[in-house]
């Protein structure tokens, strides 16, 4: 069984929205000092890397991520392509024949695939976004959770916030800043649970995609190679 990183590297040179709080790690003991153990802490926005918005990030009647149903986040999903959506938000027309076939009968959770966001290290603002009335069929198709390889589902200088509001009207959840780039198109089992922060506005995850057609935990298989994000 085959699975991929889809979640980048969280360090110091992350990139994060325009006036967000950079991630910074901050040693307190360690063995280079003489301590007998390493510990540390962290600032960060909770907004980096792949994350999963809460619903209270963008309406004021949702919650923390902590009370996000988990399975969300598990189980079968598709990956889909909008390769030429930089700079616009993601709509039917970006998408290849062989996608829209696939979403005619969708797996509860689907990602997209823009590749407009490469490096997460060098912060562009041109990043593919969702076109809300592209979320509003996929959520009459059951589609439960999406997902997308930038850092946002609006443009970065919306405010109106259109993509957020459907998926507040349709209680669908998100995972934001994945990294798709050695992930071709095709139905995998995603594993991406976020972290359980009381109250939060976000949950960071390490997100996975594994390549099995079957989901159960007896039948998923050995672990023969572990596919680094690009």
């Known amino acids: 069984m085959r699975v991929y990183d889809i979640s980048p590297l969280i360090s110091s040179r992350l990139g994060v929205f ?88 969708p797996t509860p959770r689907v990602l997209v695939r823009t590749l407009s966001f490469p490096d997460p290290e060098k912060w562009n603002s041109d990043f593919a976004s969702f076109e809300p009335e592209f979320l509003e069929d996929l959520a009459s198709s059951g589609v439960q959770l999406v997902g997308i390889d930038t850092p946002s589902v609006d443009p970065e200088t919306s405010k109106d916030l259109p993509a957020h509001a459907m998926l507040a009207r349709y209680q669908m959840s998100v995972l934001e800043g994945l990294m798709l780039g050695s992930v071709v198109q095709g139905t995998y089992v995603l594993v991406a649970a976020p972290l359980k922060i009381e109250g939060a506005d976000s949950g960071p995850c390490r997100a996975l995609l594994l390549e099995s057609e079957i989901w159960t935990m007896d039948n998923l298989g050995e672990i023969k190679e572990v596919v680094k994000p690009s």
């Open 18 to 105: 325009p006036g967000d709080q950079k991630f910074e790690r901050h040693v307190v003991m360690s063995f280079a000092a003489g301590h007998h153990l390493e510990l540390s802490r962290i600032t960060s926005t909770l907004h980096l890397g792949a994350h999963a918005d809460s619903p209270g990030h963008y309406s004021a009647e949702g919650g923390g991520i902590h009370a996000v149903d988990v399975r969300r986040y598990l189980g079968p999903c598709m990956v889909v392509d909008a390769l030429h959506a930089r700079g616009r938000r993601v709509g039917w027309q970006d998408l290849d024949d062989e996608a829209r076939e696939m979403l005619t009968s």
